[in-house]
């Protein structure tokens, strides 16, 4: 029989996974989402919701309640509540899986435990860990909270010793932990999917860059050797074997300038690096997450053809109602995440560029640069 959907966060993810349950009818019958934000995105593509905040524990016992399957699509839900009301409703990634992925220390600590390289990283509990830290790691070195971190937020850099104060103020006593720093020669990551039987597939790995510590690119695939590609594909399997989590999992990692890879963190949902996958696989990662956690087959991961993603973001000149964004392009894939305010930086939409005709990423590239001015939003009068 089909069932009721519940999905913790109706932003992009959530809207994204209700557009493609949409799709599968016999298996799921209704979707609700749990959001603060009235018309949320979810909400505007067919999802009941439920106006309330994520860590609100009635309005997660009346999502439960009301659905057979919960999943979500932010990582800070309280797992202890969901755990709690894992009579109701079946939930997945499970609340034990999110209790050690939402925060970064048990997550590392845990990831290391079982063999898998992650950069050196120590607790914080009063500033002089981090002065010790400092002199075991060198400079420059990341504090970064335990938890609650989106698009870099939660991040310090710290350069020098005269930074320490400050980086350790800005969290007001926020729980920390501190990173050595990597120097990266590329960003990548591996979408990775495990169904409720254990099933396990991997998507090819993809290269992410960052601006502002914000994703700004996606290209599918990660233009490495093979050799890393493949170690990046294996650490992915053997990270979903120890994890035990049904769904999606976004998997960041460093290709290091001596060409080992560590993981950075890991997101137990859907991921905006797998955006490209609407257009450029055979599944996309939304449909893949809820086949994931509905226990079916998994679908194909094959990568069809190279392709780009690029964020629309808000601008940093203004915030406000903008004017809606229009590229009719082939190859070119708009999607709009239906935010009515536009913020800073804030993540309003994607385009996906697809090498539908077989083009090389070095095409692709050029029709970015090319498209680029078309995706900046500007103020509506
Ligand atoms: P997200 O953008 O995925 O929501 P977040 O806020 O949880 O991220 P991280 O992924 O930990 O933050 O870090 C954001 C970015 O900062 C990374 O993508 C990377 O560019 C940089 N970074 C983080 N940790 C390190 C590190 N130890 N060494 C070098 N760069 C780092
Ligand atoms: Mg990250």
């Given at each position: 029989m089909a069932k009721i959907l519940g999905i913790i966060g109706g932003g992009q993810l959530g809207m994204m996974i209700t557009?493609?349950?949409?799709?599968?009818?016999?298996?799921?019958?209704?979707?609700?989402?749990?959001?603060?934000?009235?018309?949320?995105?979810?909400?505007q593509?067919?999802?009941?919701?439920i106006i309330g905040d994520f860590k609100d524990k009635d309005a997660i016992i009346e999502l439960a309640n009301k659905s057979d399957i919960?999943?979500?699509?932010?990582?800070?839900?309280?797992?202890?509540?969901?755990?709690?009301?894992?009579?109701?409703?079946?939930?997945?990634?499970?609340?034990?899986?999110?209790?050690?992925?939402?925060?970064?220390?048990?997550?590392?600590?845990?990831?290391?435990?079982?063999?898998?390289?992650?950069?050196?990283?120590?607790?914080?509990?009063?500033?002089?860990?981090?002065?010790?830290?400092?002199?075991?790691?060198?400079?420059?070195?990341?504090l970064k909270a335990r938890r609650d971190a989106y698009d870099g937020r939660g991040n310090f850099k710290i350069n020098s010793e005269s930074d320490v104060q400050k980086a350790y103020d800005y969290f007001k006593?926020?729980?920390?932990?501190?990173?050595?720093?990597v120097p990266f020669s590329m960003e990548v990551s591996v979408i990775a999917s495990r169904n409720t039987h254990g099933q396990i597939k991997t998507y090819p790995l993809v290269e992410n860059i960052h601006e502002d510590n914000i994703l700004r690119e996606t290209i599918a695939p990660a233009r490495v050797s093979e050799i890393i590609t493949k170690k990046a594909e294996l650490i992915a399997e053997k990270t979903m074997t120890v994890l035990k989590g049904a769904g999606i999992f976004g998997i960041e990692m460093f290709v290091t300038v001596d060409d080992n890879i560590v993981i950075?963190?890991?997101?137990?949902?859907?991921?905006?690096?797998?955006?490209?996958?609407?257009?450029?696989?055979?599944?996309?990662?939304?449909?893949?997450?809820?086949r994931a956690i509905l226990g079916l087959e998994l679908g194909s991961t094959k990568l069809i053809c190279n392709s780009i993603m690029y964020n629309i973001l808000g601008s940093e000149e203004f915030t406000g109602e903008y004017n809606p964004l229009k590229i009719s392009e082939s190859g070119v894939f708009l999607k709009?995440?239906?935010k009515k305010i536009s913020k800073p930086m804030r993540k309003l939409g994607h385009i996906n560029i697809i090498g539908e005709n077989g083009e090389s990423i070095d095409t692709l590239l050029e029709i970015l640069q090319r498209i680029k001015p078309k995706t900046v939003v500007k103020p509506s009068k």
């Open positions: 557009e493609a349950a949409k799709k599968m009818p016999e298996e799921i019958s209704e979707i609700i989402v749990l959001d603060p934000t009235e018309n949320c995105p979810a909400s593509v067919g999802a009941t919701q919960i999943t979500y699509e932010i990582e800070s839900g309280d797992s202890d509540v969901l755990k709690s009301v894992e009579s109701k409703s079946e939930i997945n990634p499970s609340p034990e899986t999110l209790k050690i992925i939402q925060d970064k220390f048990l997550q590392k600590s845990f990831l290391l435990e079982n063999g898998i390289l992650v950069p050196e990283f120590i607790e914080i509990n009063d500033i002089e860990d981090i002065k010790s830290g400092i002199k075991k790691f060198g400079l420059p070195a990341m006593g926020q729980p920390l932990l501190l990173e050595k720093f950075n963190e890991i997101a137990p949902r859907v991921h905006n690096s797998g955006h490209h996958t609407l257009q450029s696989s055979e599944t996309s990662q939304f449909e893949q997450h809820l709009m995440y239906g």
